[in-house]
């Protein structure tokens, strides 16, 4: 059992929230935030929580995203942009995910893609990192969640920004279901990644409007 009872986050998102390992400062430890998990489910419509709880349990849901990377050619190849996954442990808070901490050369944890480009633009530094990681993306055919900055983690890796995926992996059942079709899985991908620069401009330009108007212009 890790003790997290005085520990504080380092990041939080609705969901989860994120702490550094007690014992081993390269992990990260997500935890589920339980009452906003059933703040959510009791929004969804009748139909939806007929499905139970599991669909929207982030953590479960990302165990099940990992399994997509046992099936690649070259499983090494996930982790140029995924931090590293180490499966579930349980913590005074209640059961935590744990994968690898991105962090700058000092050990500080890696800004998100929204910070960074909030606070420095669309550099070109930051155009290369998010070309590579759109075409990691295409090459690999990982399914995933809409790619929002939020859940991008900018690191320096030699010499150059990387962009990590640390939330987000995976898809709903029935897209999951109908990517075994080659043809489907990488149009999934490719409205992924347009949506995704689609949500990078309007960021830049400074969030005109609603995300949900902006993304159906």
């Known amino acids: 059992m890790i003790d997290l009872t005085h520990q504080p986050p380092f990041a939080a998102g609705y969901n989860r929230t994120c702490y550094i390992h007690p014992d081993d400062h390269r992990l990260c430890l997500k935890v589920l935030r339980p009452e906003n998990i059933e703040a959510r489910f009791a929004r969804q419509p009748w139909y939806k929580k007929l499905l139970g709880r599991d669909r929207i349990n982030d953590n479960r849901q990302e165990i099940i995203a990992h399994r997509q990377i046992k099936g690649l050619p070259n499983p090494e190849q996930a982790w140029l942009h995924l931090p590293r996954f180490h499966g579930s442990v349980d913590t005074t808070l209640g059961p935590a995910n744990v994968s690898e901490l991105i962090t ?114």
């Open 104 to 217: 700058e050369a000092d050990g500080r944890p890696g800004i998100t893609l929204e910070r960074y480009l909030e606070t420095n633009g669309r550099t070109p530094d930051i155009e290369r990192a998010i070309a590579r990681f759109t075409d990691w993306l295409r090459q690999i055919g990982l399914l995933t969640r809409n790619l929002l900055p939020h859940n991008l983690v900018v690191a320096r890796r030699d010499q150059q920004l990387t962009l990590y995926l640390v939330d987000g992996l995976g898809a709903p059942a029935v897209p999951t279901q109908l990517a075994a079709v080659p043809a489907y899985r990488w149009r999934y991908i490719d409205r992924k990644l347009a949506r995704f620069q689609q949500r990078i401009d309007w960021e830049v330009h400074g969030r005109p409007g609603s995300w949900a108007r902006a993304e159906k212009l």
